[in-house]
């Protein structure tokens, strides 16, 4: 049983038969096996709806995802702000909570809809002249959120995010 990804590609090439000559590259073979690996988490997912569900705080350490530093802070909500940037391995949100007891007593929630949804575009095109308790979010490109209504002056909410992760592509080493 293949170990490792040298293995793994020396099983693909006696399984298709490629002795000699070589005709895929082994990047190639690399592709073919990450993209099935995606296509297995995201089929997974549809049947185990938890199934690689993960954790992050906006107070947790900046980390390396997917080759690429993320800082959690880029979570906590803050004024002026409606944009967001997701971690690189997010494949969907799960909940959104804030992190703060204090928040969470005071009755901010995050609730998804759909960013075409009338109540989503309603909150978008409001202006939040008061601390605001409810909170539409949704996924708006490969790795943005999208929070609505803008948070007014003096606003910050930390928050907790459990999200479908996208486990790490596989690569070759020597």
């Known amino acids: 049983m293949a170990t490792t990804v040298a ?4 099983e693909i090439r006696g399984d298709i038969r490629e002795y000699t000559p070589v005709v895929f590259r082994n990047s190639d073979l690399l592709t073919h096996i990450n993209d099935g690996v995606q296509a297995v988490v995201a089929e997974t997912h ?7 569900t993960r954790r992050m705080r906006s107070t947790d350490a900046e980390e390396t995802i997917h080759d690429e530093e993320y800082d959690p802070a880029s979570l906590t909500i803050v004024e002026d702000t409606e944009l967001y940037t997701l971690p690189p391995n997010v494949l969907q949100i799960r909940s959104i909570e804030p992190l703060s007891a204090t928040d969470r007593d005071a ?4 609730l998804p809809k759909s960013p075409t949804h009338p109540d989503f575009l309603r909150m978008a ?4 002249t008061q601390t605001q308790y409810n909170y539409f979010y949704a996924i708006v490109g490969q790795r943005t959120l999208r929070v609505v209504p803008v948070p007014t002056t003096g606003t910050s909410v930390t928050t907790e995010v459990w999200y479908v992760a996208m486990p790490d592509r596989l690569i070759m080493s020597d």
Do not use: P, V
């Open 7 to 10: 293995q793994h590609i020396a």
């Open 46 to 52: 549809n049947m185990i709806e938890d199934w690689l």
């Open 125 to 128: 095109r409001s202006t939040a």
């Open 107 to 110: 009755g901010i929630t995050f």
